[in-house]
């Protein structure tokens, strides 16, 4: 009776390297099409809603409420990289007779948030970022009605960017109501009655 044969076993090759290809061109896509959140100055997670409405990304101003009703406020990257930003801080130092030097007004373009008093901000620009992101955690921008500078800021935008400019609230799930509520009676005294409300996302409720 005759051997059996082995059959020669032979190494499975698979070429990888169109999976790679595929894999680098969606990383690239996602990079380039992701929209990065800006850095801020506190944490504040957004209450949560069904709404899918998107606030726009340009032109854009975001007031942003902590839990200790501190207030802060964000220009949108085409603000700043159109330097309208440096405009309202032109128009805002004149309003306090205050003026900012080339350095200053770098800094603010590089600082993503407005959250000192206008007295503290010469100084605060010529803090390293590092330290201003400490420091703006201390303050805010005054609201109070005896020293209203966050309608001064507001004003000034609103005019640097004209009618186009939308407004966005962002407050935490947690910050107390009549914290909210004050920023929006200021500005209501500023005929600004148009806004957007930022929360998250969550699933719509079933209906049997």
């Known amino acids: 009776m ?4 082995k059959a020669k076993k032979h190494d499975t090759f698979i070429d990888m390297t ?7 061109l969606l990383l690239t896509f996602f990079m380039l099409t992701a929209t ?11 209450p949560r809603s069904v709404s899918e409405t998107k606030v726009p990304e340009n ?3 975001t007031i942003l409420i902590d839990g200790e009703g501190k207030v802060f406020l964000n220009f949108d990257e085409h603000t700043k ?12 130092g004149k309003d306090y007779g205050l003026t900012f030097s080339d350095g200053q007004k770098r800094s603010f373009n590089e600082q993503t948030h407005v959250g000192v008093p206008i007295g503290r901000l010469s100084d605060f620009l010529n803090k390293s970022i590092t330290d201003q992101d400490e420091e703006i955690k201390k303050y805010g921008v ?8 966050f309608e001064r800021w507001i004003k000034r935008a609103r005019e640097v960017n004209g009618d186009g400019m939308q407004i ?3 407050a935490g799930e947690t910050t107390p109501y009549p914290l909210v509520e004050a920023v929006m009676k200021n500005l209501v005294k500023m005929k600004e009655n148009r806004y957007n409300l930022v929360t998250s ?8």
């Open 2 to 5: 005759g051997k059996a044969v």
């Open 18 to 24: 169109a999976m790679s290809d595929v894999t680098v």
């Open 36 to 46: 990065f959140l800006p850095k801020e100055p506190v944490q504040v997670i957004s």
């Open 59 to 61: 032109n854009v101003l």
């Open 81 to 92: 990289a159109t330097r309208k930003d440096i405009e309202v801080l032109d128009l805002v």
């Open 142 to 149: 005054p609201l109070d009605s005896a020293n209203n500078q």
């Open 168 to 170: 966005a609230i962002k």
């Open 201 to 208: 996302l969550k699933a719509a409720p079933n209906i049997d």
